[in-house]
């Protein structure tokens, strides 16, 4: 069964450091999004991904934050200079929405644990 | 601010009892509500959805019930066996055409399956 992955699974940084996570979504998806869950809380949505180009952001989604798709495969999230409060687990989903006989299920990967010290 | 929320934090159900989970939903212009289940160091996994023109919809061993009226959303999973502990969370999406894939998620419930 097609599924989302992303690497790494758990990423320790220091405070400022700049950090990539990395997700290859499903293959004919064309949505793409970015949601984290820090420990103990629920799942939040930063992003979604379009046509190339952002759909829609959340407030958490400021400046330091940005995403790519650099080829044809895969999705990035990138924390330009990340902060304590940036822990959390991110997770990459995907989405065919709007194909022929598509149920618009957003498909998620396990995580990238991201533990900012 | 509107929100989604969840009654009852942890639901502890002996094997083969079936399972209620709660939803609350504030937002009434939301179109589309989705039942995840997360396992311990995974993903949220789809479980079912249903979009706010119908009341009932079925799967496999589950049942998601949405009563619009008073804003309520549950999962009824029928037999419940150890494989179904996890946390369960609802999630709505304002729109079916409009923001798609923009999930709100809701607190969680964390589920015990008790032999």
């Known amino acids: 069964e097609p599924e989302v992955t992303q690497t790494p699974s758990h990423q320790v940084t220091q405070m400022g450091q700049e950090v990539i996570l990395r997700c290859v979504p499903i293959s004919n998806h064309l949505y793409f999004y970015w949601y984290r869950q820090i420990l103990g809380q629920k799942v939040e949505f930063l992003v979604s991904?379009?046509?190339?180009?952002?759909?829609?952001k959340s407030e958490i989604f400021d400046d330091q934050f940005s995403v790519e798709r650099p080829d044809g495969s895969n999705f990035t999230l990138k924390i330009r200079s990340t902060k304590l409060e940036d822990s959390a687990m991110y997770f990459c989903?995907?989405?065919?929405?709007?194909?022929?006989?598509?149920?618009?299920?957003?498909?998620f990967g396990e995580g990238s644990r991201l533990t900012v010290l | 601010g509107e929100s989604v929320g969840l009654h009852l934090p942890t639901l502890s159900v002996q094997e083969g009892d079936n399972s209620i989970i709660n939803c609350a939903y504030s937002n009434s212009a939301s179109d589309y509500f989705i039942w995840y289940k997360q396992e311990s160091g995974k993903g949220p996994q789809f479980i079912i959805d249903?979009?706010?023109?119908?009341d009932k919809r079925q799967g496999q061993r589950v049942t998601v019930l949405l009563n619009k009226t008073v804003k309520h959303l549950s999962l009824q999973i029928a037999a419940t066996q150890p494989g179904d502990s996890a946390v369960y969370f609802c999630?709505?999406?304002?729109?079916?055409?409009?923001?798609?894939?923009?999930?709100?998620f809701g607190a969680g419930t964390q589920v015990v399956v008790t032999p």
């Open positions: 249903i979009r706010s023109n119908m």
């Open positions: 989903a995907s989405s065919n929405h709007g194909a022929s006989g598509s149920t618009g299920e957003l498909f």
């Open positions: 991904f379009y046509n190339n180009e952002i759909s829609e």
């Open positions: 999630a709505e999406n304002m729109s079916w055409t409009d923001s798609w894939g923009k999930l709100q």
